[in-house]
């Protein structure tokens, strides 16, 4: 098996960083389960860039990962978060992305998965906002999922993650390393494979001002500037495995 993983930060692992400084997360994981249920190695190519609006997730990422060499037998496709953080934006565009993404798997004969993204708006300003374009999106692919008969992961509904700080890093838009377990188990179990065990994620504490006014200081007012100055978090990166790399079975636990 070879899969290939495009996206954002969702999918590069953002929250999940490692005593290096690397970033692992959910399609690490998931590339690891593949190759433990497998008893063999796999081929992983994560090509998801933190920051990446769903077009150039499309179309360069998706152009880059059709022509690996071999071509992947796998891929999955998360995107659209960074739009609806965006003032003006189309659902139906995005849903009108995601098919073309979803037409060009299919023709080059490659299992595709869609994966609905989680939903971090109970901790955000101006979360309403994003809640609604959320559900909205992922209904539009969800309806589009049921009428390619295309894999459909639906992390976005998964009450655990959406209501459990514990699974969230500090930042309250990127899952921590509890979150991106989660999701690679939800990913695993819906491929028909055997997800590692968990162990469980207690509440986190309680909001207090001064928490407020830090987490304002060190992550809202630095996204803002980012914004205004028309940055990227993503902006010189590429992804993380551009070519394959092979990933060796063994025992993995996901604690």
């Keep these: 098996m070879h899969f290939a993983a495009i996206g954002d930060s969702f999918t590069e692992g953002v929250g999940d960083e490692q005593p290096d400084g690397s970033t692992r997360g959910w399609a690490d994981l ?3 389960g593949l190759a433990r249920t497998r008893g063999e190695p796999v081929g992983y190519a994560n090509l998801a860039v933190r920051g990446r609006l769903l077009a150039p997730i499309v179309t360069d990422q998706l152009d880059a990962a059709l022509a690996l060499d071999p071509p992947p037998t796998l891929l999955t496709l998360n995107g659209g978060g960074n739009d609806m953080l965006r003032r003006h934006i189309q659902v139906a565009d995005l849903v009108g992305l995601t098919e073309q993404a979803v037409r ?3 023709d080059a004969g490659v299992r595709v998965v869609l ?4 939903d971090p708006s109970a901790r955000l300003p101006l979360g309403g906002v994003v809640r609604r374009r959320g559900e909205a999106l992922t209904a539009g692919v969800a309806e589009l999922a049921a009428r390619y008969g295309t894999d459909f992961v ?3 509904h998964d009450a655990e993650i959406r209501h459990r700080p514990g699974y969230w890093s500090a930042d309250r838009l990127h899952l921590g390393p509890a979150g ?3 999701v690679a188990g939800l990913i695993l179990d819906a491929l028909g494979e055997d997800p590692a ?3 469980p994620v207690a509440d986190g504490p309680a909001r207090h001002p001064l928490a407020e006014l830090r987490y304002y200081r060190e992550h809202v ?3 803002v500037a980012r914004r205004l100055r028309g940055h990227s978090s993503g902006d010189g990166r590429d992804g993380k495995h551009v070519a394959w790399v092979s990933v060796p079975p063994q025992e993995t636990h996901a604690r």
Excluded: L, Q
């Excluded at 994966?115 to 989680?118: L, P, R």
């Design 30 to 32: 998931v590339a690891a």
């Design 104 to 106: 060009r798997c299919r």
């Design 115 to 118: 994966i609905a993204g989680a």
């Design 154 to 156: 639906d992390v976005f």
């Design 180 to 182: 991106h377990r989660r």
């Design 197 to 199: 065990p968990i162990d």
């Design 221 to 223: 007012v630095p996204w």
